[in-house]
């Protein structure tokens, strides 16, 4: 439905230098999947505060995600109006990160430092899923990785409303996940945009935060980040080879896990399967260590993962930019020897 007016408001992605898709592509994704969250919100009707709060606020960033897609937005633009969403659901329900959980018995609440906690944790996973969208189907398939850890770690006796909007973004990825892949056929594709990006981060962030910050808990604090274990991972990756290389963490790449695979030889789809393969193991690995070993060995194994990924995709990156540098050299051997003669 949203197809025929992209071209006509703007919204359509054109290939270039980074972007290498064969064809000018709808940047409608992530509106079409809010637009069915909201369809399900307002069907239902049943609704918490909390819930409403958060998905009138995710209105904006998704029209701010939108006018990003068409007019090119400063960084600075969507980081102040993403913290003013983020401190307005803080206001006005009382949710935010208090407390990292309980360790040999002591509660490790933040005092007033969860609240840039806060803003910090749910502005860098909206990016952090920004940064997975480079295939098709990555990001939409990472978010359906995340809403069924929820599920997996979620306490049995939890009240329905606790997950609903979660489960309502859940079933709004799979037409979009359908159009993004091809299934529809080629005039269907779409892209997710960075409205998509925020629906997904925002939504998932914030249905985290409460599940794990209420009173009682329905997800320990120590399995949160074993939902978006990937996103965050590579996120951190990329930041860490950005800043060593001393350029901004905000600087476009194609150093992304998915880029690096693909430039190892993966298609696209082998690539997408086994990222998403990947994604799926973690959130097990999490619960196994959390209920067997403690709160303690299961931050110190996410730790130990983080850092196994940094160094395995820095490896990546520097042996493929090594390669294409003795190529350049190869290539260039025989112009040079010519000119000499």
């Not at 208090?98 to 430092?113: A, C, D, F, P």
């Not at 998509?196 to 009173?215: D, E, K, N, P, R």
């Not at 905000?250 to 086994?274: C, E, K, Q, S, W």
């Not at 003795?326 to 290539?331: E, K, L, P, T, Y």
């Amino acid at each position: 439905m949203l197809v025929p007016v992209s071209k006509p408001v703007g919204l359509i992605d054109y290939p270039d230098a980074r972007k290498r898709h064969a064809f000018a592509t709808p940047l409608v994704g992530g509106l079409s999947i809010f637009a069915g969250v909201l369809a399900g919100w307002l069907w239902l009707g049943q609704m918490q505060r909390f819930d409403d709060i958060v998905l009138a606020t995710a209105c904006v960033l998704v029209v701010l995600g939108a006018l990003d897609d068409r007019y090119g937005l400063r960084v600075s633009v969507r980081v102040a109006v993403q913290v003013a969403a983020v401190a307005i659901v803080m206001s006005t329900t009382g949710v935010y990160v208090h407390s990292l959980g309980v360790l040999h018995g002591y509660e490790l609440t933040l005092g007033w430092l969860g609240i840039p906690f806060t803003v910090v944790a749910v502005i860098g996973l909206i990016n952090a899923f920004n940064l997975m969208d480079g295939i098709d189907g990555l990001a939409g398939c990472l978010a359906l990785v995340s809403a069924g850890a929820i599920a997996l770690l979620m306490a049995p006796d939890m009240p329905a409303p606790r997950t609903v909007v979660v489960l309502l973004l859940a079933a709004a990825l799979y037409p979009y996940l359908m159009a993004n892949l091809g299934l529809l056929g080629r005039r269907a594709k779409v892209f997710l945009g960075d409205s998509g990006s925020v629906v997904l981060g925002y939504i998932i962030a914030w249905t985290l935060i409460a599940l794990s910050q209420s009173s009682p808990r329905h997800i320990s604090p120590g399995l949160v980040l074993w939902c978006v274990a990937l996103p965050v991972m590579d996120t951190l990756a990329v930041i860490f080879r950005r800043l060593k290389r001393g350029v901004s963490p905000f600087t476009p790449d194609r150093t992304h896990i998915h880029h690096l695979l693909m430039n190892a030889g993966m298609g696209p789809r082998r690539t997408l399967v086994y990222l998403v393969a990947f994604a799926l193991v973690l959130p097990f690995v999490g619960v196994v260590i959390h209920a067997e070993l403690g709160a303690i060995a299961n931050l110190v194994a996410f730790a130990v993962v983080s850092v196994l990924y940094v160094a395995f995709t820095t490896h990546l990156e520097r042996t493929q930019s090594t390669s294409d540098d003795a190529a350049s050299g190869v290539a260039a051997a025989p112009v040079a020897d010519g000119t000499d003669s």
